[in-house]
């Protein structure tokens, strides 16, 4: 199982950037996915996700960006999408997508994709 992750990039504040997220395996299920970030000098922090659990498409939102980001997915492609607007420059940082997924042959687990920077200037 692999993530890749594309978008972000740098924006002035009050813009808008779309990170995208894909999950590539075989006969795999996702149990969750979705965004955590990492601004410079703080530790890492929840941006969004959903899951299918306590109820089916679930998601949660971080309370810094909930009513400025929207998470969508594709079941289909095995994607993710982070809808990011009204950026703020505290928005800064590096963003990790991020999957639970089980296979036939293993055990749900996370899997990380690599970071993708998000710059938001003044």
């Known amino acids: 199982v692999q993530l890749q992750a594309s978008g972000g990039g740098s924006v002035q504040a009050g813009g808008s950037l779309r990170l995208s997220c894909v999950a590539s395996?075989?006969?795999?299920?996702?149990?969750?996915m979705g965004w955590y970030r990492q601004p410079p000098g703080k530790q890492r922090e929840l941006v969004a996700n959903f899951r299918h659990y306590p109820s089916p498409n679930s998601i949660t939102y971080g309370d810094s960006v909930e009513g400025r980001f929207t998470i969508a997915r594709d079941e289909a492609k095995n994607a993710a999408y982070l809808q990011m607007a009204s950026l703020e420059p505290e928005d800064t940082a590096v963003y990790y997508c991020?999957?639970?997924?089980?296979?036939?042959?293993?055990?749900?687990?996370?899997?990380w994709g690599q970071g993708t920077l998000v710059t938001v200037s003044s």
């Open positions: 395996g075989s006969d795999m299920t996702i149990n969750s």
């Open positions: 991020v999957a639970n997924i089980y296979t036939s042959a293993t055990a749900p687990q996370y899997y």
